[in-house]
C-alpha cells in the first residue's frame, strides 16, 4: 500500500473507532478491506483530511444460512462523515463512488439500514434505492430497534461502450 493510501486508511479507522458501534481492529478491518478483491474502501477529503470514509463487500450468505437469508451479491456498507462535514455532500459522493465501482462489476447493488437511520435511507433513495424487504436475516448483523431495511438499485449496463473500428 502506498504511503498516503496507509495514512488514509488510519484517518479513516479513527473514524471509524469515533462513531461506530462496533469496537476495535478498525485499522486492521479497513487495511483488509484495500487488500481483499471482493471489497473496497473509499475516503473523501478536504484539503487532505479524511473526513469520511465507506466501505463495501461481496456478500456470499454463509451455509446453512436462514431461508430469509439476505440474497448474495454486492453490499454499500459502513458508510461514515465526521459530524462537522455533515449535510454537504460527503455522504452522497461516497455512494456514488461506491455505485459506480459495483456498476463496473453488476447489474445491482445491495444495502441495509436500521429502519429508524432516515439520513441513510434518504440519501441512498435519493440515489436509486428501493426498499426490498424488512424480513430478511444477515447472521451476526442485528438492528436497533429489531427492524433493518433491505434495499437494492438496479445498476444500468456498461459505463463504456467503445466505437467499432473503422
Ligand atoms: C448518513 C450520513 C453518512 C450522511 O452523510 P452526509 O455527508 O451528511 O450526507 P449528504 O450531505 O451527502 O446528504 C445527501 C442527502 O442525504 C439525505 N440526508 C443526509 N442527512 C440527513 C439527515 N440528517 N436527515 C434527513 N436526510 C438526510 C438528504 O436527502 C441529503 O440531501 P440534502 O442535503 O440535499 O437534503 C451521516 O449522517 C453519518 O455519518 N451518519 C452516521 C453513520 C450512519 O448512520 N451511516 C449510515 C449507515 S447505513
Redesign the pocket.
Known sequence: MEAEAEADVGAAARLAER?SAINGEWEERLRSDVADRDRALFVAKVNEEVI?YSRLHRFVPAEGSPADSAPAGWYLGG???ATE?????????LTRARIAWVAERATEVWYY?NAG????L??HA?LGFEEVTREFTVVGVSFEGGVGVLCRAVLQGPSKVAPLGM
Open positions: 462513531y469520511g458508510l461514515v462523515v462535514w455533515r449535510r454537504r455532500g460527503a455522504g452522497e459522493a439500514a437511520n432516515r439520513a441513510s434518504a440519501l435519493a
